[in-house]
C-alpha cells in the first residue's frame, strides 16, 4: 500500500469548535484540511488579514492545507452573466489566488452550482462561455502555478451544467493546460455504479480526489462504493492526498470523531 496524505474539509464544523477538531485531527495523524474561507468568518471582508491569521495558527498546530474550496459561498456571481470580460469573477478567483499563497496551496476547487448555472442557455453555448472564462483566468494560473480544479457535481444536487463526468473532460481538453484540472468527488457515483475504469482512464487529469459519502452526511456507515474506490486509491501511485468532504451546518463532535476514526481504519 502507497503511504497517502489524509485531509478533510472544514466545512465538517464550525468555527467554534476549532480547537477540538485540530486536536481530534492531529491524534488520527491526518495531515490537514481542505479550506472554505467563510468556515472561520462571515463574509469576505478582509479576508486576506484573517486568512493570514488563521494560516499562523495552522502552522503552529503543524496542519497543512490541501486545497481551497467553497471560493463562491455568498457571492452572487454567475459565469453566464460576466461575459465578455468576467471582471468580478477574475478579481475574485485572484483574491482566492492569494489566499493559496498565504496558505501555501496550490490547488483551488470550483464546484459551486450557482456558479456555473447555465440558465437558459444550451450546452453547446454554454461551453463556449466556460471556455472563455478559463482562458481568462488561465494566465494568472500559470504565472501563479496553482491548479483550477473543476468538480463534476449530479443533477440531484441542483447542478445545471457540469453534471457528467465526460462534460468536464471534454471542456479541460478543449482548454489544454496543465493549470485546468479534473477535482474527482466520490458524490459522481452516489446515485449510479461506481466506474473505476472510468477513473483510471482519466487519472492524468485528475489533479485533486475528493470522498464524501451522499448528501455530504458523516463516515459513519461508508457506502459501499467510497470503500471500493478506498481500495483502489490504495493501490494507486499517482494519487498521493485523499481529502473526505462533510459538510454539517451543526457540528456533532462524536459523530464526527467517529468519522475521522473510520476514515483513518479504512486507509489502513
Given amino acids: 500500500m502507497n503511504k497517502k496524505l489524509i485531509f478533510i474539509s472544514n466545512l465538517a464544523w464550525q468555527n467554534k469548535n476549532q480547537k477540538k477538531i485540530i486536536k481530534i485531527i492531529k491524534d488520527s495523524k491526518f495531515t490537514g484540511i481542505d ?30 492545507v490541501n486545497a481551497i474550496q467553497g471560493i463562491f459561498f455568498k ?16 478579481n475574485h478567483l485572484n483574491i482566492i489566488i492569494k489566499l493559496c499563497h498565504i496558505l501555501k496551496c496550490n490547488k483551488i476547487i ?64 478543449k482548454i489544454n493546460s496543465k493549470w485546468i484540472r479534473i477535482n474527482y468527488d466520490t458524490s459522481i457515483f452516489h446515485y449510479k455504479k461506481i466506474d473505476l475504469n472510468e477513473f483510471k482512464k482519466n487519472i492524468k487529469m485528475i489533479k485533486n480526489v475528493q470522498i464524501s459519502e451522499k448528501k455530504f452526511k458523516y463516515f459513519i456507515n461508508p457506502s459501499e462504493n467510497n470503500i471500493k474506490f478506498i481500495n483502489e486509491l490504495k493501490k494507486n501511485d499517482v494519487i498521493k492526498n485523499i481529502s ?25
Fill in 110 to 173: 470550483v464546484g459551486s452550482t450557482e456558479f456555473r448555472n447555465k440558465l437558459k442557455l444550451n450546452k453547446k453555448s454554454a461551453d463556449i462561455i466556460f471556455c472563455n472564462f478559463l482562458k481568462k483566468i488561465l494566465p494568472s494560473l500559470r504565472v501563479n502555478k496553482i491548479f483550477l480544479c473543476l468538480e463534476t457535481i449530479p443533477k440531484q444536487y441542483n447542478e445545471k451544467y457540469l453534471y457528467n463526468f465526460n462534460d468536464v473532460i471534454n471542456i479541460i481538453m
Fill in 35 to 64: 479550506f472554505a474561507p467563510l468556515q472561520i468568518t462571515n463574509n469576505w471582508s478582509n479576508i486576506k488579514k484573517k486568512v493570514r491569521k488563521y494560516s499562523i495558527y495552522l502552522k503552529k498546530n503543524k496542519i497543512k
Fill in 244 to 268: 473526505f468532504e462533510i459538510i454539517s451546518k451543526k457540528t456533532n463532535l462524536d459523530k464526527l470523531n467517529l468519522s475521522i476514526m473510520n476514515i483513518a481504519k479504512l486507509l489502513n
Fill in 75 to 90: 457571492k452572487k456571481i454567475n459565469v453566464f452573466q460576466q461575459e465578455p470580460n468576467f471582471t468580478e469573477v477574475i
